[in-house]
């Protein structure tokens, strides 16, 4: 099976590229700088593209087996500490994930046989912030500005399912992985001995393990039935103060010195609402469609996740 994947270059791309690739399959993974493109799983074949049309790899959808569309500029920022929300960094960020879905909808119309499946990722924070109730997949969207970008990253690719193309969408909460993202930025305080509670420490912090993820989308190319949209979510519903007295367990830590909220908001601005809001998200018609996690507590992610 041919899988193609968008923003396969970045940390969900090449943990779920090195998976298909060992279980056997043909695996694309399309690069703005394929020839920049480092430590990526031997075998992946890396495509250039444009992130905004089907130009140079259209002709690949041809038959494919799946596109994962995971392509959009960084939300957090690329470097260890967040970046501001700046306007223009806002409008690269709705704009990437547009552009990309265009770029796949592009691809799927010309393929004289389309692709199995499409896979578009999305996110939480499609959900208001709430930490009374519990988000399902049928929960109102949120009025914020990540609420009307993962709708539209979210519409980007909903035209491929007039061409009869079934399409999922997984919502995803906050990947853990030690290879990049948001835990190792969350871990540094605690590595040094001042770890502990972000703000009030009662916000809810929505996760999934890496593992997860990648065997998540696995199953959803791998079960026909299934389509929609899937919450990406760990079954244990954690606030950020849980969370981090896992964390502190786990790495031998302390876990009792705290982040002030307001050091967040006036250092990063609106970026800092990642961390310092949430809402409890539940995954639902995952559960109901046969998936199960492998780490459904953030104890045993986090064990996996270092080894300990």
Same mark, same amino acid.
């Given at each position: ?104 909808? *592009?691809?799927?119309? @010309? $393929?004289?046989?389309?692709? #199995?499946? %499409?896979? =578009? ?6 959900? +208001? !912030? ?6 399902? *997949?049928?929960?109102? @969207? $949120?009025?914020?500005?990540? #609420?009307? %970008?993962? =709708? ?6 909903? +035209? !491929? ?11 995803? $909460? ?135």
């Amino acid at each position: 099976m041919r899988v193609i994947i968008t923003g396969g270059t970045g940390l969900i791309g090449a943990a779920l590229a090195a998976d298909f690739i060992k279980r056997g399959h043909e695996v694309i993974l399309l690069s703005r700088s394929p020839k920049a493109a480092e430590g990526l799983p031997a075998g992946a074949h890396v495509e250039g593209w444009d992130a905004r049309s089907a130009s140079g790899w259209g002709h690949l959808a041809d038959g494919a087996g799946a596109i994962v569309n995971l392509a959009g500029e960084n939300i957090a920022g690329s470097t260890f500490l967040p970046e501001r929300w700046t306007d223009e960094r806002k409008k690269r960020i709705l704009e990437s994930r547009q552009n990309a879905g265009r770029a796949v909808v *592009e691809a799927v119309e @010309a $393929a004289a046989i389309k692709p #199995g499946v %499409v896979i =578009q990722m999305s996110g939480v924070d499609y959900y +208001p !912030v709430d930490d009374r109730q519990t988000m399902t *997949e049928d929960s109102p @969207a $949120a009025d914020s500005f990540l #609420g009307k %970008v993962v =709708q539209e990253w979210e519409a980007s690719t909903a +035209p !491929v399912e007039k061409m009869g193309v079934r399409r999922c969408v997984l919502r995803t $909460a906050i990947v853990l992985s030690d290879k990049g993202g948001v835990l190792p930025r969350l871990a540094l305080p605690f590595k040094l001995f001042a770890g502990g509670p972000i703000g009030g420490g009662r916000q809810p912090l929505p996760w999934v393990a890496m593992d997860d993820v990648v065997s998540a989308i696995r199953f959803m190319i791998e079960n026909p039935q299934t389509g929609g949209v899937y919450n990406l979510a760990a079954p244990e519903a954690v606030t950020n103060a849980q969370f981090g007295r896992a964390l502190g367990k786990v790495l031998g830590r302390p876990s009792f010195v705290p982040a002030p909220g307001f050091a967040f908001r006036l250092a990063f601005g609106e970026v800092a609402q990642l961390l310092l809001e949430g809402r409890h998200v539940a995954p639902k018609r995952l559960l109901e469609a046969g998936f199960t996690f492998q780490y459904p507590t953030v104890e045993s992610a986090l064990r996996h996740i270092y080894g300990r």
